[in-house]
């Protein structure tokens, strides 16, 4: 009777969970993720695409995607082509008209946004550009903040009954930023400045005033030579800094130029966890910053 009473009540609860989810949500990267996840709670049943360790510049379209997609409600995607070349394929094989671009159902941050880095060279034989602006808007917190109240609106066009609660979520989350940042200024305020890999951290940079110092791919998506490498050496000698890449990042190169000028490389996803939520993200930004913070 226990037993029975027990699997009763579990089936309830489940059911329970079931219907508070009013949209299917689709998220390409964990940044996506613990944005859907802040704005929409429980409301949102939400699958990610990729991981923390997944450069998605590079994804390879898979059946798990597809079939996610198919049933999706919306899809909430990072956008200014940093997901060009698997995120269309696999939307059109999901062949779920809800979610084309252009319709409600498909939703990018970066078109929220003013972007850095735009108007470029749309020339791919000089490496991983962007033209229409650098994508990785997810490391500006400020900027992620006006996403967060774009996204409510977008959810509350697609589930109206929910439209209070995802505008709570939206202002929640722009709250909980504007109380970090200025303890986040103020850690940075005196950073010596950031060596990247790629130019996949200029929007925490620019937000707290913090110099690149310089890049270990002279052409984007392109490993460095060793010429190069000596070049940046050489320009960086006497100075003090931190080299930071992402763990889908070749090491070699910025393990190098750390012995060679006696500073730090440290290996920092771009991305959250995977489960992370809005405070997930913080805390992603928070070990960011604290390892600017103490580079020497």
Not at 61 to 66: A, D, E, L, R, Y
Not at 116 to 139: C, E, K
Not at 171 to 186: K, T
């Amino acid at each position: 009777m226990l037993k029975r009473l027990s699997f009763v009540l579990m089936s309830l609860i489940c059911l329970g969970n079931a219907s508070a989810a009013s949209l299917d949500v689709v998220a390409t990267s964990p940044s996506m993720g613990a944005l859907v996840r802040a704005v929409a709670g429980d409301r949102a049943a939400l699958r990610v695409l990729a991981g923390p360790d997944r450069d998605l510049h590079q994804l390879q379209v898979k059946p798990s995607m597809i079939r996610a997609l198919r049933s999706a409600d919306l899809v909430v995607a990072i956008g200014a082509e940093l997901e060009i070349g698997w995120l269309p394929p696999a939307i059109a094989s999901a062949a779920n008209p809800s979610i084309q671009p252009g319709r409600a159902g498909y939703f990018e941050a970066a078109a929220q946004v003013p972007l850095l880095d735009a108007g470029g060279p749309a020339d791919r034989a000089l490496g991983d550009v962007h033209p229409v602006g650098n994508p990785h808007v997810d490391m500006d917190p400020a900027r992620m903040t006006t996403i967060a109240r774009a996204l409510a609106e977008r959810m509350a066009q697609l589930d109206p009954g929910g439209a209070a609660a995802y505008r709570r979520g939206a202002e929640s989350f722009a709250s909980a930023v504007e109380q970090r940042l200025p303890g986040w200024r103020a850690r940075l305020a005196n950073a010596h400045g950031v060596v990247l890999y790629h130019r996949d951290a200029i929007y925490l940079l620019e937000r707290f005033g913090v110099p690149l110092l310089g890049t270990i791919e002279a052409v984007p998506g392109v490993p460095p030579s060793g010429r190069y490498l000596s070049e940046l050496t050489a320009k960086l000698s006497g100075k003090d800094g931190v080299i930071i890449y992402a763990p889908y990042q070749a090491p070699k190169a910025a393990n190098k130029l750390a012995r060679d000028l006696g500073w730090q490389a440290v290996r920092l996803s771009l991305e959250p966890p995977l489960k992370a939520d809005g405070n997930g993200y913080l805390a992603h930004l928070d070990a960011w910053v604290e390892t600017i913070a103490s580079g020497r």
